[in-house]
């Protein structure tokens, strides 16, 4: 038998061999309007990097959005089980045999790694985004093969929440310090489902399924997240037929595209929520700033219908949530409580006419195109604060650093509420004493003595009827200050191959496993 | 002729000299780079981190120097996200974009130029106004709509894609060399209008010459003079055009790279970009100016 005789038969015994399934997998392409320059799931958090981390790693612990779209509950998935050894320690149990797409199994050195001080949360570390989440860790340790301790300098009872952060995601030590950071974050690893073959941070990410995936077959043969900037070109490409799936469609054009044939569209409200924050400091570029009286605040929130406009913009796709009353919540969420300060023109033109306010121009800072129909939205509502007699300018900032400048009255911005499983993030993260609106170089506000007390009480609840009442206590000392306001749930949309079966449940987050992905028609 | 060619040379390097600071400054006055890189509601202690890798905490004019002295020994720097050399990644994009607009420019010439020829001869018949009407349309149209149209109607109504980086180049061309076509043929056409009505053409005429070659040995070298110029310009349309382009055609070439370099305020991949298109406009401005001396016997004789 020659060499290539032999090679000929080898090819076809390989492809023999290989499962039925596998042949009918379908090539996925996913068209994105960007990619995170770096995969590193921590130095790339964000959406465009969201979209594809998942596919690569698997995290310790996993919210269930497959079967219930919030995510409420959380699953097992690096990590078996998890149980708090001390208020203050957590222990988290492995999964045994889980391989990396090397081949290498996964330990605790692995996580142990993957939620150090060195790479997380010392000084100057690997990848600096993560502080945010790995807020009081004072030590983690590999305890045995396959078990992790995680301590807290204060009692965190939702510790394993954290896990299903971008922190969570598990990442090869040994490939991790072989390559070096940024090699890592250009060609990373993972346990995931798929594996990556190609990145190029201004074309694509190409990768394979991962066959040898230890939760189950990958769906679809190959992933590709391709850039393609231009909506109608994603468009174009979904209707002939070259892509599969198609991100961020324009608000406006969702009603033209579910017209079209071959294509479903899905617009998902997702865990985050656009608002503006009201500048209540004095400072030397706003010495007599009006919005230090809590009553112009009050007449400002109270003299816009939030309802009618989200209802125009958005139809049906989201709602306006009472401050920190999110569904993603569970047992916090309730959905019969109400705003202390509804629209009410009336109340709005009292609470104006109890302040100083005499009609001077408040500027409003929006940075241009980041939320979708923010602009919109803000015209409408500096209408409607014109009819009570609240002059507001809208000054577009083509980037976040310019709009941080000084001076403005209104900064626009939104507020992730994922994270902690409860208002955590959104109440205290974001408005204590950690939080850029009160330490940044854009800060708007002074805490008042009150909201720091209850956000203690709130913070060191451990049984969840304290930690309740703690959290309405300081949602309703937010709202006595009103120190900003929430303008609707954030939505994002997609347009699918109607063959297709996936859904990714109220994310931003595109999944491809077969927890997602349920088939694919031809 | 020697200070011509002198006084040329230096004006592209003071057109460099000019560029490279102008680029260094605005890119670090619109906006902090290193907040570029984390979320908006980064704690400062993050931001000020990234700033320190990337050297951003040292005064502007240590910066400067820093990078005009790495610039000088061929340092081009790094990208701040991938690590990776900025002249590798663009190297790894040109031939697209070098596929892309070579074949635009062929395009523009040999479609653009032959028929406002064409027109010129024919003047003031209906092929004359047909072309002129269709170089004003192909000025006017905006290569970004015209691309949409195309990719939306082939995608609508023949279920074609004529987008990504597998698609034929010549979509991509064809809208980017639209406009350089229009403008073309309608210099051609007022260049050979001139020409062929000029004294010496009449004279060539007297002399029994054919019409052909007056056409091709007399008329057509003085046409070429504003032509040339406006090919040397229209490079400048074409790099800037190939930007919105490779945009929406999700052509994978420099333009893209440079939208995103410039979206991600990749300092030294933004920096090195533009450096490459203003190095790109300057030579070709020069070799402009050095094919006068080839075409024109009165610049050379100057």
């Known amino acids: 038998m020659t060499f ?37 799931p921590v130095i790339g958090i964000s959406t465009t990097g969201a979209r594809v981390h998942t596919n690569i790693f698997d995290t310790l612990v996993r919210r269930n959005r497959w079967e219930d779209p919030d995510g409420t509950e959380l699953v097992p998935w690096l990590a078996e089980s998890w149980q708090q050894l001390s208020p203050n320690v957590w222990e988290f149990t492995l999964r045994e045999g889980v391989p990396f797409h090397d081949g290498h199994i996964m330990d605790a050195a692995d996580v142990a790694f993957s939620l150090s001080a060195e790479r997380l949360w010392g000084d100057e570390p690997l990848a600096p985004r993560g502080t945010r989440y790995t807020r009081g860790f004072v030590r983690v340790e590999a305890t045995g093969p396959l078990t992790v301790e995680i301590e807290t300098s204060f009692p965190d009872p939702n510790l394993p929440f954290r896990m299903v952060t971008p922190i969570g995601f598990v990442l090869p030590q ?71 799936v198609v991100v961020s469609v324009p608000a406006d054009q969702v009603d033209a595209l579910e017209g079209t044939e071959g294509v479903t569209v899905m617009e998902k409200g997702i865990e985050n929520y656009p608002m503006f924050a009201f500048n209540m400091l004095e400072t030397e570029a706003l010495p007599d700033n009006p919005l230090t009286d809590v009553n112009l605040r009050r007449a ?84 409607q604060w014109a009819e009570i007699g609240i002059n507001v300018r809208i000054e577009l900032k083509d980037n976040f650093s310019l709009a941080y400048e000084r001076p403005f009255h209104f900064l626009n911005m939104s507020m992730s509420s994922e994270f902690s499983g409860d208002p955590y993030r959104p109440l205290w993260m974001d408005w204590g004493p950690e939080s850029s609106r009160f ?71 595109t999944i491809f496993d077969h927890l997602y992905m349920t088939g694919y028609d031809e | 002729m020697t200070g011509y060619i002198l006084s040329r040379v230096l004006r592209a390097a003071l057109t460099m000299l000019v560029t490279v600071t102008l680029v260094f400054l605005f890119i670090r006055l619109s906006g902090d780079p290193a907040a570029a890189l984390v979320p908006p509601d980064a704690p400062q202690e993050v931001i000020d981190q990234y700033a320190r890798a990337m050297g951003l905490d040292q005064p502007l004019w240590q ?220 030579m070709a401005n020069l070799i402009v100016d050095m094919l006068y001396l080839v075409i024109d016997p009165r610049i050379r004789a100057k």
């Open chain 2, 63 to 282: 910066q400067y120097l820093g990078y005009v002295g790495g610039l000088l020994q061929g340092n081009f720097g790094f990208s701040i996200h991938t690590g990776i050399a900025v002249e590798e990644t663009f190297l790894g994009r040109l031939p697209f974009t070098l596929h892309l607009g070579i074949t635009a420019l062929a395009l523009a010439i040999f479609i653009g130029i032959p028929i406002g020829a064409l027109a010129a001869i024919r003047r003031g018949t209906a092929l004359d106004r047909f072309v002129m009407g269709f170089s004003v349309f192909a000025f006017a149209m905006p290569n970004f709509l015209f691309g949409l149209v195309m990719i939306l109607v082939a995608a609508l109504a023949f279920s074609a894609f004529l987008g990504g980086e597998n698609a034929n180049v010549i979509w991509p061309a064809l809208t980017l060399g639209l406009a350089a076509m229009g403008s073309f043929a309608r210099f051609t056409r007022s260049s050979v209008l001139e020409t062929i009505n000029a004294p010496y053409m009449r004279a060539a005429e007297a002399r029994g010459v054919p019409f052909g070659m007056r056409l091709l040995r007399h008329a057509a070298p003085n046409a070429a003079i504003p032509l040339v110029t406006l090919i040397g310009l229209s490079l400048g349309a074409l790099v800037a055009g190939s930007v919105v382009t490779e945009q929406v055609f999700a052509w994978p070439g420099v333009g893209q790279l440079l939208v995103r370099s410039v979206a991600t305020r990749d300092l030294a991949q933004v920096q090195f970009l533009v450096l490459v298109v203003a190095f790109t406009m300057v």
């Open chain 1, 174 to 244: 040994h490939y991790y310090e072989e390559v070096g950071t940024e090699a890592f974050g250009q060609m990373p690893m993972g346990t995931g489902p798929y594996r990556m073959t190609a990145f190029d941070p201004s074309v694509a990410v190409d990768a394979v399924a991962f066959d040898d995936y230890w939760a189950g077959e990958p769906p679809a043969a190959t992933l590709r997240f391709e850039i393609v900037p231009e909506f109608s070109t994603r468009f174009a490409g979904l209707v002939a037929g070259e892509y599969d």
């Open chain 1, 4 to 40: 290539r005789s032999l090679m000929a038969v080898t090819l076809l015994a390989g492809a023999l061999a290989m499962p039925v399934a596998a042949q009918d997998r379908p090539d996925m392409v996913i068209a994105v309007d960007n990619l995170w320059p770096t995969m590193d």
């Open chain 1, 439 to 509: 330490g940044a170089s854009h800060r708007t506000w002074d805490m008042t003595e009150d909201f720091v007390r209850l956000g203690e009480v709130f913070e060191q609840a451990q049984e969840f009827e304290d930690r309740y009442q703690a959290y309405l206590d300081l949602v309703a000392e937010w709202e006595r200050v009103t120190p900003g306001m929430y303008m609707w749930r954030n939505v994002v949309s997609y347009a699918i191959n109607e063959n297709l079966q996936w859904d990714p449940g109220n994310s931003a987050v």
């Open chain 1, 300 to 383: 400002i929130v109270a003299g816009v219908d939030r309802e009618a406009i989200a209802a125009a913009i958005w139809g049906e796709a989201t709602f306006v949530p009472t401050p920190f009353n999110f569904p993603e919540y569970g047992d916090y969420y309730d959905p019969d409580r109400e705003r202390a300060v509804p629209f009410d023109p009336e109340q709005a033109a009292e609470y104006l006419a109890a302040s100083d306010y005499d009609g001077e121009e408040l500027i409003w800072h929006i940075t241009r195109g980041f939320y979708p129909n923010y602009e919109i939205a803000a015209e409408f509502m500096v209408e």
